[in-house]
């Protein structure tokens, strides 16, 4: 099992970046272990390699990173449970779309623990729930709003960075940019969803799940990506 470490303070993006690249190099030495890390930040956004500059709508709101991870723009900060995920994929499967899929996975069979349903949407990285309490679109699908974001860097197959789940954060600093690029959807929280989860339920629900998604035998890799979930 990997190392779980949590910060109950909010933690200075730099702070974070330099701890995950120093574990990072340790794990690829074979001189730590791997980890999983659950904080929070200040309110920031954070700029993924595939971000476009049009997407940071109010540049001056809060702090901007440049992250290094894959996707685009997206926002940290108090009532989001942040998730840094450093392991090896040299043990684990050189996979990266596999990977990916198996961190949708854990969200969620986190999220099923309180019975949400979320979902992945093809193009769309991330998890969905949907929202038949809120109109329809122009096409008369039902609306969907992203819970979850993903994304992750890997060197020397060892991955950081990794996911950020929506507990109850400040739903509108979202506006400062276009989340992951995506415009025709919103995003949610737990407690928008009507639930009153505390950061501590969320925590206890993905130790719970973290094993069953990581650490058991399941589908090769191939048949993940081929299957839905």
């Known amino acids: 099992m990997p190392e779980w470490i949590q910060s109950d303070r909010l933690v200075p993006y730099e702070e974070a970046l330099a701890f995950m690249e120093d574990r990072v190099a340790k794990i690829a030495r074979g001189e730590a272990d791997e980890a999983i890390w659950l904080l929070e930040h200040p309110p920031l956004y954070t700029a993924g390699t595939s971000a476009r500059r049009e997407d940071l709508v109010d540049p001056d709101r809060f702090p901007v990173y440049a992250a290094g991870r894959g996707g685009q723009y997206t926002y940290h900060g108090p009532g989001q449970r942040v998730v840094y995920v450093m ?3 040299n043990r684990r499967g050189r996979d990266v779309r596999c990977f990916v899929r198996d961190l949708e996975r854990w969200v969620i069979a ?8 979320g979902e992945i949407r093809p193009g769309r990285v991330g998890v969905w ?9 122009p096409d008369g699908a039902i609306a969907e709003d992203k819970i979850a974001a993903i994304g992750v860097k890997l060197r020397r197959w060892v991955s950081f960075h990794g996911i950020s789940i929506n507990v109850e954060p400040d739903l509108s ?37 973290f094993v069953a998604i990581f650490d058991t035998p399941r589908l090769s890799c191939e048949e993940l990506n081929n299957a839905t979930i």
């Open 110 to 117: 986190a999220l099923a623990e309180f019975n949400v349903t």
């Open 173 to 209: 600093h979202f506006s400062g940019i276009v989340p992951c690029g995506i415009r025709d959807h919103g995003v949610t929280s737990l407690v928008d969803l009507g639930l009153p989860v505390a950061m501590a339920d969320l925590d206890a629900a993905l130790h719970r799940t």
């Open 129 to 137: 729930v949907s929202r038949p309490d809120r109109p329809r679109g």
């Open 87 to 89: 392991l090896d994929l």
